[in-house]
């Protein structure tokens, strides 16, 4: 059975930064697709990293240059580095597994396994 946990998030004041966590059992980060996403309050989930099948980091043009996405095989978990946070960054921040295949990245329709989410905060 696959399960993902997030952990991490938190209230931050605007300029701050973050490590989020992905914690996954059942389903090895390093032999397939990982993402993370986040849904903003009254907005639809969007995509905000991944890593591809062939380990190449894609990237939502928003968050270019302050998210930096990881992973650390030994521990089998998933990170995304969040830095000079936005009050636009607020939101549930989701980890995602296993992408189908030639579907986009950014569509959280083309993932099978989810994260239950944690909450980012960026207070001004």
């Known amino acids: 059975q696959v399960q993902l946990v997030e952990s991490g998030g938190g209230s931050v004041q605007a300029g701050g930064s973050l490590r989020l966590s992905c914690a996954v059992s059942g389903y090895t980060v390093s032999r397939f697709s990982m993402a993370w996403f986040r849904q903003p309050p009254g907005k639809e989930r969007e995509g905000v990293a991944a890593?591809?099948?062939?380990?190449?980091?894609i990237y939502a043009d928003s968050v270019k240059g302050r998210f930096t996405i990881s992973q650390d095989n030994a521990k089998n978990t998933l990170y995304l580095q969040i830095h000079s946070l936005q009050p636009e960054d607020t939101a549930m921040y989701y980890c995602?597994?296993?992408?189908?295949?030639?579907?986009?990245?950014?569509?959280?329709?083309?993932?099978?396994?989810w994260g239950q989410g944690t909450q980012v905060t960026a207070s001004s």
């Open positions: 890593f591809d099948r062939d380990g190449t980091t």
């Open positions: 995602a597994a296993l992408r189908y295949n030639a579907s986009p990245w950014y569509s959280p329709g083309s993932w099978h396994y």
